[in-house]
Antibody, heavy 126, light 109 residues
Framework: QVTLRESGPALVKPTQTLTLTCSFS??????????VTWLRQPPGKALEWLAL???????YYNSSLKSRLTISKDTSKNQVVLTLANVDPVDTGTYYC??????????????????WGQGTVVTVSS | EIVMTQSPATLSVSPGERATLTCRAS??????LAWYQQKRGQAPRLLVY???TRATGVPARFSGSGSGTEFTLTISSLQSEDSAVYYC???????????FGQGTKVEIK
């Protein structure tokens, strides 16, 4: 069974760096055309894709947030970490990690996402 | 940068009736279009990918169609458990944006 779980702080102060961890099981990031991605959803708003990492350690970012985002993986621990620098209250929302794999991975960071974590709620406030 | 526009914003349908949701892209796509269902307080669930392929375990009453700039998700016979927000997402354009629409809320009359 494929599962993903997000973890990280519930409250972050403005200008700080947010670090989130996605722990997954039931699949390997060494598998061909398998990737892990991060997305977020502000309260009452639509989904926004943030970043994706593939088995070759290639990293892809939302161009509007690229300067603030870093994604990395620890294959031995089955974890993917996302950092978001210099957070602002507009970064408040639910952050999700999700998987994509061969059937719906178009390549070069572009894919649909078949299994999602339950999400972790992050509030940015002083 | 591609923009995905969904209509209507809210759709109210009686049980057993058909619901038709539309997603329009500001640029031409081939078939790299997905649909998700998100119930209140839950993570999204992949329903359709490749514009028309149902994901594993998705009931046959959900069907996707379209290409180019207009795509449709049809729920052939609405069930009470289908009350949710539905999002479309393109995964074709470069640089990758994996862009979502703003969602259509489906309500049961």
């Amino acid at each position: 069974q494929v599962t993903l779980r997000e973890s990280g702080p519930a409250l972050v102060k403005p200008t700080q760096t947010l670090t989130l961890t996605c722990s997954f099981s039931g699949f390997s990031l060494t598998s061909e055309r398998t990737c892990v991605t991060w997305l977020r959803q502000p309260p009452g708003k639509a989904l926004e894709w943030l970043a994706l990492i593939d088995r070759d350690d290639d990293k892809y970012y939302n161009s509007s947030l690229k300067s603030r985002l870093t994604i990395s993986k620890d294959t031995s621990k089955n974890q993917v970490v996302l950092t978001l620098a210099n957070v602002d209250p507009v970064d408040t929302g639910t952050y999700y990690c999700a998987r994509t794999h061969a059937d719906f991975y178009y390549g070069s960071g572009r894919g649909a996402f078949d299994v999602w974590g339950q999400g972790t709620v992050v509030t940015v406030s002083s | 940068e591609i923009v995905m526009t969904q209509s209507p914003a809210t759709l109210s349908v009686s049980p057993g009736e058909r619901a038709t949701l539309t997603c329009r892209a500001s640029e031409t796509l081939t078939t790299h279009l997905a649909w998700y269902q998100q119930k209140r307080g839950q993570a999204p669930r992949l329903l359709v990918y490749g514009a028309s392929t149902r994901a594993t375990g998705v009931p046959a009453r959900f069907s996707g169609s379209g290409s180019g700039t207009e795509f449709t998700l049809t729920i052939s016979s609405l069930q009470s458990e289908d009350s949710a927000v539905y999002y479309c997402q393109q995964y074709e354009t470069w640089p990758p944006g994996n862009t979502f629409g703003q969602g259509t809320k489906v309500e049961i009359k």
